[in-house]
C-alpha cells in the first residue's frame, strides 16, 4: 500500500515538524498563561 | 433531575444509537464488522480515537482535579503529540501494509505465533479488567449524587453498548463516538457558559481569571524536575510519551480505530488531529473545574463535597471532631469571600497596592479553606469512609446537579453516559476482535466461512459486553478508581511498549527472545508493583526496557536462533 502524500504542507516530516512546533507554541502559551495569572 | 432533563438525556441518548444503527448498516462481512471495509474517512476516526480514550471519569475527575490542585495537570498530555507523530511515521504505515486486523496479528508475521499469543493474552488481561471499571466508574458517583441504584446504571449502559456495538461493528462504534464526541464538547461548553452567567454581576470573566490564578489555580506548566511531583514538564513529556505510545500504539482499542481508515494518509491524519486537539481540549476542561473554583468563593460550598460522607460525619458520635473543623471552614471561606471581593474591586479601581494586600489575605484564607477541607476528609476516613478518601470526583457533579437549569443537567449527564458509552464500545468491540482473530480463528477454527467468524465477532462482542457489566461491580473494592484504572493499565502496558519496539526497530531479534522478553518485562512490571513503592507511572518505562534488554540478551546468548 503506497504512503500518499498529506493533503497539505506537501511532505509527511513538514507535517510532523509542524505538529512538534505547534507542541512547542502550545507549552509556551500555557506558561505565558501561567505567568499571567498566577 | 427534572421532566425536561430526561427528554433532553433521553433524547440525546436515543439520537447517539439510532444514528449509530444507520450508519453502521450493512456490516455483513467480518471486514465490515472488524474494520468497516477499511472505507471510514479521517475526521470520524480521529473523533473515535478521542472519544474512546475520554471517559466518563476524565470529565468528572480532571474538573474535580483542577478544583483541588489546579490546572496543571494539563502537562501529563504534553507528551501526547510526539508519541502520536513517532506512531503515524512508523507503526500506520507498518499495520496498514501488514493487512491485519489486529496489532497482534502482526507480531506472528514478525516474530512467532507464540508472541502474538502471549501479547493477545496480555491485552485481554488488561483490557478485560478494566472494561469494568469503564461502566462502573459513573454508576457510582451516579448512584451517591442521583441515588440511582449503581448495579441498574450499568445495566443500562451495558445493555445500549452491546446493542449497537453488536449489531454494526465497527461502524456503528464509530459513529456514535463521533456524536458522543460532539455532545461532550456541546455539553462542556454550555457548562462553562453557565458558570460565566452564575457568578456575581460584578465578578468579570476576567476577574474570575485572576481570582483563580491568585488561588494558584492556573499552574498549567512548572519546569522544576522533580521526582516526587507527578505533574511537570519533564514528567509530562518523557512519562506522558510513553503511556502514549503504549496505548495509542499497543492497545487494539486504539489501533484498530485507525486500521479502518481509507488509506495511510487518513490514518496518520486521524491520530495527527488529536495530537493537536487534545491539549486543548483537556486545557479547557481543567479551565472549567478552575471557575466552579470560582464560583464556589461566591457561593458557600459544602466542606465535602461527597453527600453520603458528609452526612456521616455531621453524625452525633462524630460533632465533637466535626464542629471545631466545620467553624474553621466557615471562617475561612467568609475570609475569602471578602478578600475575593477586595480584589475584585482594586482591580476595578486600578488599586495595584490594595490589590496586593488583598491578595496576601485571599491566599492565607485559601489556605485555612484547604486545610479544613483536609481535615473534613481525614475525619471521613476515621469515621469509617474509605481510607485516603477524596472527594474530587463528586465536585463538577454536585455543581451541575445543584446550580445549572433544567435541561443542562440532562445534557450533562447525557455527556458522562456518552463518554461512557464511547470507551466501552471501543473496548468491548476490540476485545471481541482479538477474542476472535487471535485467538479463536488462529487456534481453534482456522478454516470456516466469513459468516461463521461473522457471528463469531457478535457472539464474542456480547460475551464481553456481560463480562464488563457482571464484573463491573469489583470496583467497590478497588478504592479509587481513576487510580485503579492507570495501575491496571500500567502493569500491562510495559511489555506489550516493548515487543512492538524490538519488532519495528530490532530487526534481528527473534520470536523466543520477544516472548522471553515480555515474560521478563511483566514479572519485572508484577515485582516492581509487590514488593517497591516505585510508582505505577513508571512501569511503563520499567517493562519496555526490561523487555528489550532481555530479548537483546536472549538474541546474544544464543545466536544460531538469530534469522540471518
Redesign the interface.
Known amino acids: 500500500?503506497?504512503?500518499?502524500?498529506?493533503?497539505f504542507l506537501g511532505t509527511?516530516p513538514r507535517?510532523?515538524a509542524a505538529?512538534?512546533i505547534?507542541?512547542v507554541l502550545?507549552?509556551a502559551v500555557?506558561?505565558l498563561?501561567?505567568r499571567?495569572?498566577? | 433531575m427534572r421532566p425536561l432533563d430526561w427528554v433532553v438525556l433521553t433524547g440525546s441518548l436515543a439520537t447517539i444509537v439510532a444514528y449509530g444503527l444507520y450508519r453502521g448498516r450493512g456490516s455483513n462481512t467480518v471486514d465490515r464488522y472488524l474494520l468497516a471495509g477499511k472505507s471510514m474517512p479521517w475526521y470520524a476516526m480521529a473523533l473515535s480515537i478521542m472519544a474512546t480514550q475520554a471517559s466518563a471519569i476524565t470529565f468528572i475527575s480532571t474538573t474535580g482535579q483542577s478544583y483541588v490542585d489546579g490546572m496543571r495537570f494539563?502537562q501529563f498530555y504534553?507528551g501526547l503529540?510526539?508519541a502520536?507523530?513517532i506512531l503515524?511515521?512508523t507503526a500506520v504505515?507498518i499495520f496498514?501494509?501488514a493487512?491485519v486486523y489486529t496489532a497482534y496479528e502482526y507480531l506472528e508475521n514478525r516474530f512467532d505465533a507464540k508472541t502474538r499469543a502471549l501479547a493477545s493474552f496480555i491485552f485481554l488481561m488488561q483490557r478485560g479488567l478494566s472494561v469494568g471499571l469503564t461502566f462502573y466508574a459513573p454508576a457510582i458517583v451516579l448512584s451517591v449524587i442521583f441515588g440511582w441504584p449503581d448495579h441498574v446504571t450499568t445495566l443500562i449502559m451495558g445493555v445500549t453498548v452491546v446493542i449497537y456495538t453488536v449489531t454494526g461493528g465497527i461502524r456503528t462504534v464509530t459513529w456514535t463516538d463521533v456524536q458522543q464526541m460532539m455532545i461532550i464538547m456541546f455539553g462542556l461548553v454550555v457548562a462553562l457558559i453557565m458558570i460565566f452567567v452564575l457568578l456575581p454581576r460584578e465578578v468579570s470573566i476576567l476577574d474570575a481569571?485572576?481570582l483563580?490564578?491568585?488561588a494558584?489555580k492556573?499552574?498549567?506548566?512548572t519546569?522544576k524536575f522533580d521526582w516526587n511531583d507527578r505533574y511537570n514538564?519533564w514528567s509530562g513529556l518523557i512519562g506522558g510519551m510513553f503511556l502514549a505510545l503504549s496505548y495509542f500504539g499497543c492497545d487494539q482499542s486504539q489501533v484498530q480505530r485507525y486500521l479502518t481508515g481509507k488509506?495511510?494518509?487518513q490514518s496518520?491524519?486521524s491520530l495527527?488531529f488529536p495530537?493537536?486537539a487534545k491539549?486543548?481540549m483537556q486545557?479547557f476542561i481543567l479551565f472549567i473545574g478552575a471557575m466552579v473554583f470560582v464560583f464556589y468563593i461566591f457561593t458557600p460550598a459544602p466542606m465535602v463535597f461527597q453527600r453520603a460522607e458528609y452526612s456521616r460525619i455531621q453524625q452525633p458520635q462524630w460533632r465533637q471532631q466535626y464542629d471545631p473543623i466545620a467553624a474553621r471552614y466557615q471562617t475561612a471561606i467568609e475570609q475569602r469571600k471578602a478578600a475575593a471581593m477586595a480584589i475584585v474591586d482594586a482591580r476595578h479601581r486600578h488599586d495595584a497596592q490594595a490589590e496586593a494586600e488583598a491578595v496576601t489575605r485571599y491566599r492565607g484564607a485559601q489556605k485555612g479553606v484547604d486545610a479544613a477541607r483536609m481535615e473534613g476528609a481525614r475525619l471521613v476516613s476515621s469515621a469509617g469512609g474509605e481510607k485516603g478518601f477524596r472527594d474530587t470526583n463528586y465536585i463538577f457533579l454536585s455543581f451541575v446537579t445543584k446550580y445549572l437549569p433544567a435541561g443542562v443537567v440532562g445534557l450533562v449527564i447525557a455527556v458522562i453516559l456518552a463518554a461512557t458509552m464511547s470507551s466501552s464500545s471501543g473496548e468491548i468491540n476490540s476485545l471481541a476482535t482479538v477474542s476472535v482473530v487471535d485467538i479463536y480463528k488462529r487456534h481453534f477454527r482456522k478454516q470456516a466461512s466469513d459468516r461463521h467468524y461473522l457471528t463469531a465477532s457478535r457472539v464474542a462482542t456480547a460475551f464481553w459486553g456481560a463480562y464488563a457489566v457482571a464484573f463491573s461491580g469489583f470496583g467497590k473494592h478497588l478504592g479509587s478508581l481513576i487510580e485503579a484504572v492507570n495501575i491496571v493499565g500500567s502493569l500491562f502496558y510495559g511489555s506489550l511498549l516493548g515487543v512492538f519496539v524490538l519488532a519495528f526497530f530490532f530487526r534481528r531479534v527473534n520470536g523466543t527472545g520477544a516472548f522471553v522478553g515480555m515474560l521478563a518485562g511483566e514479572a519485572a512490571i508484577f515485582a516492581a508493583f509487590i514488593f517497591t513503592n516505585i510508582s505505577f507511572l513508571w512501569f511503563n518505562v520499567i517493562g519496555c526496557v526490561v523487555v528489550i534488554t532481555t530479548a537483546l540478551a536472549v538474541e546474544l546468548l544464543s545466536p544460531q536462533l538469530a534469522p540471518h
Do not use: Q
Open positions: 500500500m503506497p504512503d500518499e502524500p498529506p493533503p509527511w507535517i510532523y505538529v512538534i505547534y507542541l502550545l507549552i500555557c506558561y498563561f501561567t499571567a495569572f498566577s | 494539563v504534553f503529540p510526539l502520536m507523530v503515524s511515521a504505515p496498514h501494509r493487512k481569571i485572576h483563580a490564578g491568585a494558584g492556573l499552574n498549567a506548566v519546569f514538564l488509506s495511510i494518509a496518520k491524519l495527527l495530537a493537536v491539549i486543548p486545557f
